[in-house]
């Protein structure tokens, strides 16, 4: 939930991009997650940064979940 506005400004950032599709378990979740679309605003360069940072956390921490994870912070890598 802490990165939720962040995931939506990152899928939305992306080129070709027009909507993020969200699951959600509540209608608050909902409603949050259209107020985080009404104010997207583009990942200034920082941001996207540290989301990089946090993302390959993340995969270190969950491993092969669903799969090999690309291990840079680039779109449209090859998986390593």
Do not use: T
């Not at 990152?10 to 104010?39: C, D, F, I, T």
């Not at 995969?59 to 090999?68: C, L, M, R, V």
């Amino acid at each position: 939930p802490e990165n939720v506005s962040s995931a939506i400004r990152y899928g939305l950032g992306l080129p070709g991009v027009a909507a993020v599709n969200l699951g959600v378990h509540e209608a608050e979740q909902v409603r949050s997650n259209v107020r985080h679309v009404k104010n997207y605003r583009p990942l200034d360069g920082e941001e996207r940064a540290e989301l990089s940072r946090l993302g390959r956390k993340m995969a270190d921490e969950w491993g092969p979940h669903f799969g090999k994870v690309a291990r840079a912070g680039c779109r449209h890598l090859p998986i390593v």
